[in-house]
Structures are given as C-alpha cells and as structure tokens.
C-alpha cells in the first residue's frame, strides 16, 4: 500500500488525515473493518498538483516505487511478520 499523511493540499483540507491506497486487490469489499497499516518507508513530501490528472500520475509512479522498495530483502521478510497473522491463523496473502 502507499499512503498519505498530511493535509492533502490539492483537496485543501484542513484536517491532517492519513489515506491509504491499498495495492492489491481482494476478491471482496472489507468496509467498515478495522485496517491496520505499517508504515516501512517514505517516498516524497506531500506537495500541490495542477490537476487530478498530475496526482493520480504521481499516485501510480508512488505505486510503482513502493512495489520497488517491497521487493527488497528487507522488507520481504515482513511478510512472516506477526503483525501480518490474522486471528484463526490465516496469513494476509497477497498473491
């Protein structure tokens, strides 16, 4: 996933938020669940677009960087991680 935290200034908020762009895609909807989310590393700053165009752009280049960076040995190996187990002994999977 990637993430971001902050004001979202092409929104102009003006409440800081957290929201998070889940990578993979699941066979069902999970709305209204509890979402629990790690961070890992950091991409750019938050800054202004010209248009929605020029964000989901820059979204997708934030995608592809993070797939990069996921695939990392260091990261990799977050994927065995407790954090990751969910009740009942299913993993999140996400082949």
């Keep these: 996933m990637v993430l971001s935290i902050g004001w979202n ?7 800081k938020s957290v929201e998070t762009h889940i990578i993979h895609t699941f066979k069902e909807d999970f709305y209204g669940e509890i979402l629990s989310i ?3 590393g950091y ?3 938050e ?3 010209d248009s929605l165009d020029a964000l989901i752009a820059a979204i997708q280049e934030d995608i592809e960087e993070a797939k990069r960076q996921l ?3 260091e ?3 977050l ?3 407790n954090f990751f187990h969910l009740p009942g002994g299913k993993i999140v ?3």
């Design 93 to 95: 999977d996400n082949q």
């Design 79 to 81: 994927k065995e991680d």
């Design 38 to 40: 790690a961070i890992i």
């Design 9 to 15: 200034p092409f929104y102009k908020n003006t409440k």
């Design 71 to 73: 695939d990392l040995p």
């Design 43 to 45: 991409i750019r700053p």
């Design 75 to 77: 990261h990799l190996k």
């Design 47 to 49: 800054k202004n677009f």
